[in-house]
């Protein structure tokens, strides 16, 4: 199943990626049932399918979705499989199919809710994507941080603080993810820009906070040349930082990582990482919302980057004071 | 009373002279591929044969030892338990929860006990006299206790700090608990593994309740006829292994001060009951030994450990630990046939 993933991420790599028009409810075959509820003025029921809901990003998108809620006056449910479980959320939403007005989508794996996207947008029923996008599927459009992207921000970050020169080994809690690959590509597009850089491996550390700082510590002692540690994601940030910290290599190994997580933010502010990319998952979970709204109140919609935010030593102060 | 249950249960035919040869000779199987392990990581990379490392590997079984410990227990009563990777996951979130709510570090410690240990009880109780099938009952406690973890955190992280909340002392001596080292070179984690072992090999081995435990695994019906409440005895060996795996929680988030109910421990339970079964315990119960669980532990420790240092690509780590849990369990059927 994971090799499968990969194998497809490689062939939608090499695909040119199309581009993206701007979409039209005067072009969409919307179905007879949603038509009837805009005529009578009824309040929609859209649905925000998250790809996890159990993880810590969770409480944040569903946030943004209460509050896009209330901003367009509609209502939206925030659903999703508790755990990373592509059978669970498939069936999810074939389950609520018949009442739902409009699904906003993060997939579990690309290629098995493609399929179910197309579905439900053959139904008449508007799919937009956010936080991870379904390049694959016909959905509208994409609310969310462009993966890629916010990987090559990384990998630039990376490059910059070893001052162009270095070993850099990329950690990530799950190599195979859609997310994980994507970010993985940009972070190495944006280290490739510095010839002295030489990226050393990827370590797939596994979910479970033990195991990640485990397979961190293993692999530091494996190859003690490794002076970049880059993480791909929330969770190994903070263990690659604690590492740092604990070994008495603060400066000499540099840390670059994603998000804001409480660890991840003392660390930065103690030098033990470098720089932290914030995805502002309360932005994704508002404007995955809103695109549907907007998109059936019949205003023309096109994809949304909710953005980067770095952050390192000298503006992590922001986030601290605001928690 | 003693002595009569002891002749009572050994009326089924368990040869107390053979039953621990057959012991020794599973416990020879695994030491055996786990010295190969370790030959061959020694010549196969540089790192491997460093005390730093050799601490790490320690550090790193640690967790799961503990849990393995009290899976020995329970397998040996002829039942098993899923549910310990969720547990390990709530009871280390009580803890963490009630320091950062500016408990003092014995009552903290005594909630996360006392969640295990309750999480334990239930479990014991669907299993005995709620009459449900220990694997039906506990996979049924993992989703339900990993769903307490989650509504009680709202799935939001919780980092044990003093912004947080948690009082200074308390902090400092719970960061100890689990960052520290005794006498400076061994981690504290592996110093609680060590203490946890040697306390359950001495129950196994030299009190009434180990010998009733494994008169229970081996045949039900015999010991209960010999006078053994069997229901009391697997009971106390599912407290006790929820009272291990909440042990391990409360010293995970010791050594990293952040959980999340979501992926805290998730998977963890296959990782304990492998290493057991590895050690020579059997899933249909009567067997198993304290020293078989270390080296199963073991094994999977120094596997991980060499995989990595080896520079193994992580998919292929994957299939290499499934072929070792099949080798191992093999070499252990292959000798056991033989004695027999």
């Keep these: ?323 | 009373m003693a002595e009569t249950v002891r002749t009572g249960a050994r009326a089924p035919g368990i040869d107390r002279l053979g039953f621990a040869r057959l012991l020794r000779a599973r416990e020879a199987g695994v030491f055996i591929a786990l010295l190969v392990l370790c030959l061959f990581l020694s010549f196969a990379t540089d790192g491997f044969l460093t005390s730093l490392n050799l601490l790490n590997v320690g550090r790193q079984i640690s967790l799961l030892g503990i849990m393995a410990v009290g899976m020995t227990f329970v397998l040996i009563s002829g039942e098993v338990d899923l549910s310990v990777g969720s547990n390990y996951a709530l009871s280390g979130l009580a803890s963490g929860m009630a320091i950062i709510a500016g408990f003092g570090l014995i009552p903290a410690l005594a909630l996360g006990l006392a969640v295990g240990a309750a999480i334990g009880l239930i479990n014991g109780l669907l299993s005995t006299y709620g009459r449900l099938p220990s694997l039906i009952a506990t996979l049924g406690m993992l989703s339900m206790v990993r769903g307490t973890a989650l509504i009680v955190t709202n799935g939001q992280p919780v980092t044990v700090n003093l912004r947080n909340g948690a009082l200074p002392d308390v902090l400092a001596a719970f960061t100890k608990m689990g960052q520290g080292y005794l006498f400076g070179t061994i981690p504290m984690q592996l110093v609680f593994f060590v203490v946890v072992a040697a306390i359950a090999w001495f129950i196994l081995s030299y009190t009434n309740f180990g010998f009733r435990i494994f008169a229970v695994g081996g045949s039900a019906k015999a010991a209960r006829v010999s006078g053994i409440s069997v229901n009391t005895v697997k009971i106390w060996a599912f407290v006790l292994m929820g009272l291990l795996a909440a042990l391990a929680g409360i010293l995970g988030l010791a050594f990293l001060p952040s959980s999340q109910a979501g992926r805290t421990g998730l998977g963890l339970e296959l990782d304990v009951i492998a290493a057991t079964i590895v050690g020579g315990a059997s899933l249909s119960g009567g067997e198993g030994t304290i020293l078989g669980t270390i080296l199963g532990v073991l094994i999977i420790g120094v596997m991980r450990n060499g995989l990595v240092l080896m520079g193994v690509s992580p998919f292929v780590q994957e299939l290499m630990i499934g072929l070792v849990i099949i080798i191992a369990v093999g070499i252990d059927k292959w000798t056991s046939r033989k004695a027999g």
Excluded at chain 1, 199 to 210: E, S
Aim: glycine share 8%.
């Design chain 1, 1 to 323: 199943m994971k090799f499968r993933n990969i194998l497809l991420a490689a062939t939608i790599a090499l695909l040119p990626l199309a581009a993206h028009a701007e979409q039209k409810l005067a072009d969409f075959k919307l179905a007879d049932r949603i038509k009837a509820k805009i005529d009578a003025g009824k309040t929609l029921d859209f649905f925000v399918s998250y790809h996890d809901v159990s993880n810590e990003f969770a409480p944040f998108m569903k946030a943004g979705v209460e509050r896009a809620a209330k901003d367009d006056k509609v209502n939206a449910q925030f659903i999703g499989p508790v755990g990373s479980d592509a059978d669970g959320q498939i069936s999810e939403i074939e389950t609520l199919m018949g009442k739902m007005d409009g699904l906003a989508i993060s997939s579990v794996s690309t290629d098995a809710l493609a399929p179910v996207i197309d579905r439900v947008l053959a139904a008449g029923i508007p799919v937009v994507t956010f936080n991870t996008d379904n390049p694959n599927s016909k959905r509208l459009a994409f609310a969310g941080q462009d993966l890629v992207k916010s990987g090559v921000e990384a990998g630039k970050l990376m490059a910059k603080v070893l001052g162009g020169k270095g070993k850099v080994m990329i950690t990530t809690i799950d190599a195979a993810a859609q997310w994980s690959l994507d970010r993985e590509k940009g972070a190495r597009e944006g280290l490739s820009a510095s010839p002295d850089i030489k990226i050393v491996n990827t370590l797939n550390t596994g979910t479970d906070p033990q195991k990640i700082y485990s397979a961190i510590e293993n692999a530091m002692l494996a190859d003690p040349s490794i002076n970049g540690i880059l993480s791909l994601e929330c969770c190994s940030t903070p263990a690659a930082g604690t590492w740092v910290e604990r070994n008495g290599k603060t400066g000499q190994v540099k840390v670059v990582g994603f998000d804001l997580l409480d660890q991840t933010v003392e660390l930065v502010g103690s030098g033990n990482i470098q720089a932290t990319i914030d995805q502002a998952p309360e932005k994704q979970g508002f404007a995955a919302v809103d695109l549907l709204a907007k998109f059936l109140k019949g205003q023309p919609i096109d994809n949304v980057d909710t953005g980067v935010g770095i952050y390192t030593k000298d503006n992590i102060g922001e986030v601290a004071k605001k928690k």
